[in-house]
């Protein structure tokens, strides 16, 4: 048995005997609430980082951006009208009145 | 003696600087190219290829690669990494190039109204722009090759580095965003803003629409973001910024393509809304590319080269740079053929 060890088990024992008895009912509630209070407030903060960490996850930016992508080809193929594509419709309407001469 | 011959060698490089600058100035000034200015588009690239450096370096890798132009020695690593500097310029200008051509060519689209000639001619004129950028882009490649030769000279004597790329980690890093890169970034902002502000200024927009509306097509924003976001996280973490140019570039090559078939199907059909709409998404997906190329790609790769972390750009990379904007030039005159070709409605 080394002195420390002899040292420890001692500090034990006399930790045995001064909380011999139970804590008194005041002491436990208080200890019990504020475990409580511990807990619920651990588990407010869990929620949004648990949030933000699945938000920043690299499979949710993907899936995303796949999206995007094909969302952009289903427009694009849909002949959504943009004013970019009215303009040059309008343009090429003009250029095509134009009276061409033929020889 | 060595003394004597190092200020020999830098007095030759000024006099041949000062001599191009004089040549170049008179040629300007004798009006023989008056034909060939577009005022906006020469001050968009020049301060665009400004802006660009900014992004991608510092202010001290500026200065000492703008000394070890003019002549002035340092270590092989010093002017390996001046030489990219060059070839980073060379490549910007080309971009830019491609890009003011299609953000010209744009405007030139949306608020086109008066003579069909006039409108034609600024159609044409837009695509100056990419002839500036390609003359910008080959004055930047003579000190980029210059300083690449004697770097490997250097190297050589040295016998430092290996020719192997090293190894670790390629994180892209926003870490190293400093105070000049985003004052780049900023004057970038600005250039694109006051060159389309120029650009309107004074020209009639036919109907209610702002200029806002007709740049953004929506279709074109989708695939182009989507597309490229969606690869370059794909790409493994060690692929670093060289997943972002290939993202971007591939992208704007489907955008292309996409839009060539819609149109060639519009032009079977004889619908001309059809062909607007494919025109105006290959100008939209080509632009978006283009920007995404110079201003996050492009930089990034930069940081990559010169904080050690590459020896030099992917050669894929590098191919794209060079051929995704010549690419969009031609799209862009096929384009412009679209608009231009009459067309007759069925039973016309």
Redesign the interface.
């Known amino acids: 048995m080394t002195v420390q060890h002899k040292d420890d088990t001692n500090m034990e024992d006399l930790l045995k005997k001064a909380f011999a008895d139970d804590l008194p009912a005041e002491v436990a509630a208080g200890m019990r609430q504020r475990i409580e209070r511990f807990r619920s407030g651990k588990a407010r903060g869990e929620v949004p980082s648990a949030a933000w960490a699945w938000f920043f996850r690299r499979s949710v930016w993907v899936a995303l951006s796949i999206l995007m992508l094909f969302a952009g080809i289903l427009l694009q193929g849909a002949k959504s009208s943009s004013p970019l594509a009215d303009r040059i419709s309008a343009l090429k309407a003009e250029f095509s009145s134009v009276p061409t001469t033929r020889r | 003696m060595t003394e004597i011959n190092r200020s020999f060698a830098k007095g030759r490089t000024l006099v041949r600087w000062l001599f191009a600058a004089a040549f170049i100035l008179v040629v300007l000034i004798s009006g023989f190219f008056s034909g060939l200015m577009n005022k906006a588009g020469l001050l968009y690239l020049v301060s665009g290829s400004v802006a660009a450096a900014l992004m991608g370096f510092t202010a001290r890798e500026i200065g000492t690669a703008f000394r070890q132009a003019a002549g002035v020695v340092g270590t092989g690593e010093s002017l390996s990494k001046s030489a990219h500097f060059w070839e980073a310029a060379a490549r910007n200008a080309w971009v830019l190039g491609a890009l003011g051509s299609a953000l010209n060519f744009?405007i030139v689209?949306?608020t086109?109204s008066g003579e069909?000639a006039g409108?034609a001619v600024r159609m044409i004129q837009s695509f100056l722009v990419m002839l500036y950028g390609l003359v910008l882009a080959v004055i930047c490649l003579i000190p980029a090759m210059k300083l690449s030769g004697q770097a490997e000279r250097t190297l050589h004597r040295e016998e430092a580095r290996p020719a192997s790329e090293p190894a670790g980690p390629s994180r892209i890093g926003f870490r190293t965003l400093t105070p000049d890169r985003i004052f780049g970034y900023a004057l970038f902002a600005a250039v694109l803003v006051l060159n389309v502000v120029f650009l309107v200024g004074g020209r009639s927009q036919?109907?209610p629409?702002p200029i806002g509306?007709?740049?953004l097509?929506?279709?074109?924003?989708?695939?182009?973001?989507?597309?490229?976001?969606?690869l370059a996280?794909?790409m493994d973490a060690e692929t670093g910024a060289r997943g972002w140019t290939l993202g971007f570039a591939v992208?704007g090559l489907t955008g292309l393509l996409?839009g060539l078939i819609?149109a060639l199907f519009g032009f079977v059909h004889r619908n001309?809304?059809?062909?607007?709409?494919a025109?105006?998404?290959i100008?939209?997906a080509s632009s978006l590319s283009l920007l995404g190329l110079v201003a996050v790609a492009g930089p990034l790769e930069d940081r990559e080269v010169m904080e050690g972390r590459r020896v030099r750009s992917g050669s894929l990379s590098r191919l794209f740079w060079a051929v995704f904007p010549l690419l969009t030039f031609i799209f862009l005159i096929l384009a412009f053929i679209?608009?231009?070709?009459?067309?007759?409605k069925p039973g016309g």
């Open positions: 744009t689209l949306g086109g069909i409108v036919s109907g629409l509306k007709i740049l097509h929506w279709p074109a924003i989708l695939v182009v973001g989507g597309g490229s976001v969606a996280l794909l992208t996409m819609q001309i809304a059809e062909i607007a709409a025109c105006a998404f100008i939209s679209m608009v231009v070709t009459p067309m007759e």
